[in-house]
Nanobody, 123 residues
Framework: QVQLVESGGASVEAGASLRLTCKAS????????LGWFRQAPGKDREFVAY????????EYADSVKGRFTISRNNAENTVYLQMDRLQPNDTAVYLC????????????????WGQGTQVTVSS
């Protein structure tokens, strides 16, 4: 079992930056695919970013490409999401997810999920 706990969410103004942290416990995550997703009020959960354990190559949703950066520190069992130039439509609960086998942008590819951290961006 892998437990995931997100932190770093806050209320900020448009244009600000935040760094979200997802701390894993239970097992080392160096061979887990890691993803970030978000869910805004009244909307479906959507893919934000993903990093493969095999080659650490990142993938991003078009809506965040060039503004968000996913990274991982296997020694600290942690994955990060650096968010720059935040916009009001980035407002959502951000969740991290982990999976040993699949990964990618699909929700169903992930077995382990955190509870999320709230990000609110005002204009």
């Amino acid at each position: 079992q892998v437990q995931l706990v997100e932190s770093g969410g806050a209320s900020v103004e448009a244009g600000a930056s935040l760094r979200l942290t997802c701390k894993a416990s239970g097992r080392p995550i160096d061979n887990y695919h890691l993803g970030w997703f978000r869910q805004a009020p009244g909307k479906d959960r959507e893919f934000v970013a993903y990093m493969s354990w095999a080659d650490n190559s990142p993938e991003y949703a078009d809506s965040v490409k060039g503004r968000f950066t996913i990274s991982r520190n296997n020694a600290e069992n942690t994955v990060y999401l650096q968010m720059d130039r935040l916009q009001p439509n980035d407002t959502a609960v951000y969740l991290c997810a982990a999976d040993r086998i699949y990964g990618g942008s699909g929700l169903k590819a992930y077995v382990y999920w955190g509870q999320g951290t709230q990000v609110t961006v005002s204009s």
